[in-house]
């Protein structure tokens, strides 16, 4: 069977990345069965409306790789795909309810309907509308809500997650179908918008379980087949037991995309997120994940959001692309080079060697300016550094001086010379690695870090490596 699934976001500016994982799996199902993946924009709740967040929604999709086969800018059979513009199919689907007594017009004035509920509060009791159903309903027109027509009852429905529920009469209500303005509910557009659009799997947040009656109830009064049930388990925030909200620290994903985040490294994170598929793998490819991604595995407990987790698997997939098409991740660099940053081969040699370190491809703006124009000679970070603290002044220019001898002595100028010659001078200095390359690096650099030292004097070259160090010693002479 060929599943169709969707995700159906509500553009209300910030797309939480929570939201993002609810793209992902209906993606991957879709891909299992070479089915349909849908993009629906559900925004009919014209209050909330945020200019421009449908294009962060087809940024974020387009970044992660998950394409969607109908949607915005795709179109499709089943469109449109905006739930604004399918008002007409939405007024049609009433009228079928209208038609067999299952909704009504309802012109109870609002501060009535407070009063009710005001009342329940205080005696209470959970406020049900079809407790209050008006005795007689005036015909529907725009204007007025439309409400359901409750006939509560038992359900029961298996959820891909949550395994066998019931549904008692008490979770179905009079709710509303379709707003005064003539727009549907959330309730109502997306039943009807999943069985025109043919949607097989409904995947979504587990907030919603608790509606469930009343769209139980709605699949029934409609004659509608249910389609598969998958409620997602809450993210939780980094502690404690609440669930990721905004001010988590979970940035949006156009955030860790600035940040030097690669999307290959996001998918996997947020797949993984509350889904594993039992063995040790931790990176997964799109591929893998299509190949892998099994409903079963979903996790009952909320997933922690661990932006450590993030960061680490970025740098993982960072080694690993280098590995496959090194030019290729060094193209998608360009953003993320410091400004003096001019020289393209460089760029390249760079890359190269301190690729491997790199957490973020945004390290790459703190960490390089040293390879393309010298560093402002600091000499508090020399002595500041722990092993070199020992050492009087004389004794680092001492060693600076030989460093320099020996440096210079070499004709061919490759890591593996360079190799050679450390290995030497710590033998004849009697120093410690820490102490001697420490000393070396940071007169190259004053950076706190940096590659491979025989690779980064290298890239650096002989003659830019001497005039650094020989600078360190006029510095301490001018002190
Ligand atoms: N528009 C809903 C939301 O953003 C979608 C829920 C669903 O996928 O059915 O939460």
């Not at 005036?138 to 298996?158: T, V």
């Not at 997964?284 to 987790?309: M, P, T, V």
Request: charged residues 25%.
């Amino acid at each position: 069977m060929k599943a169709v699934t969707r995700f159906a976001p509500s553009p209300t500016g910030y797309i939480h990345i929570g939201n993002v994982r609810s793209a992902i799996y209906p993606y991957l199902i879709a891909k299992q069965s070479n089915g349909r993946f849908i993009l629906r924009i559900e925004d009919t709740d014209q209050a909330r409306f945020v200019a421009g967040a449908t294009d962060l929604i087809k940024e974020t999709l387009t970044w992660l790789g998950l394409d969607w086969d109908e949607g915005p800018d795709k179109g499709g059979e089943h469109g449109p795909y905006f739930q604004s513009q399918r008002r007409t199919i939405y007024h049609e689907w009433a009228k079928r309810l209208i038609d067999c007594g299952r909704a009504y017009a309802d012109s109870t004035p609002s501060e009535t309907i407070a009063k009710y509920r005001e009342a329940s509060n205080r005696a209470k009791q959970p406020f049900l509308y079809r407790n209050h159903r008006p005795a007689n309903s005036p015909a529907w027109e725009i204007g007025m809500p439309l409400r359901f027509k409750a006939m509560p009852k038992d359900y029961d429905y298996h959820d891909e997650v949550f395994g066998d529920l019931h549904m008692g009469p008490e979770t179905q209500d009079d709710i509303i179908l379709i707003k005064a303005d003539g727009l549907p509910t959330y309730n109502f557009a997306h039943i009807v918008d999943d069985a025109t659009m043919g949607v097989t799997h409904v995947l979504r947040g587990q907030e919603y379980l608790p509606s469930m009656g009343n769209y139980l109830a709605l699949y029934e009064a409609l004659g509608l087949e249910r389609p598969k049930f998958v409620h997602l388990p809450h993210i939780l925030a980094p502690t404690g037991n609440k669930k990721l909200g905004k001010r988590d620290g979970a940035k949006s994903a156009n955030d860790y995309r600035l940040d030097g985040i690669l999307p290959e490294a996001m998918l996997n994170f947020l797949a993984c997120l509350g889904w594993n598929d039992g063995s040790e793998q931790e990176l997964y490819s799109k591929q893998d994940l299509i190949a892998k991604f099994d409903i079963s595995r979903i996790q009952h407990a909320g997933a922690r959001y661990d932006e450590q987790k993030l960061i680490w698997l970025n740098g993982q997939w960072i080694r690993r692309l280098f590995a496959e098409d090194a030019p290729a991740l060094f193209a998608r660099t360009a953003e993320f080079w410091p400004a003096e940053a001019t020289d393209m081969d460089r760029r390249f040699q760079v890359f190269s060697i301190i690729y491997d370190r790199l957490k973020t491809l945004g390290d790459l703006k703190t960490m390089t300016s040293y390879f393309f124009v010298d560093p402002a000679i600091n000499l508090d970070m020399i002595e500041q550094n722990k092993p070199l603290k020992k050492l009087s002044e004389a004794e680092i220019c001492e060693l600076l001086r030989r460093s320099i001898a020996k440096l210079q002595a070499i004709d061919n100028w490759t890591p593996a010379h360079l190799q050679d010659a450390l290995n030497e001078l710590l033998a004849e200095t009697a120093q410690k690695p820490m102490t001697l390359f420490g000393l070396i690096r940071l007169s190259v650099s004053f950076a706190p870090f940096s590659p491979a030292l025989p690779d980064t004097l290298n890239v650096l070259g002989k003659a830019t490596t001497l005039a650094r160090l020989n600078a360190v010693i006029a510095a301490y002479a001018r002190d």
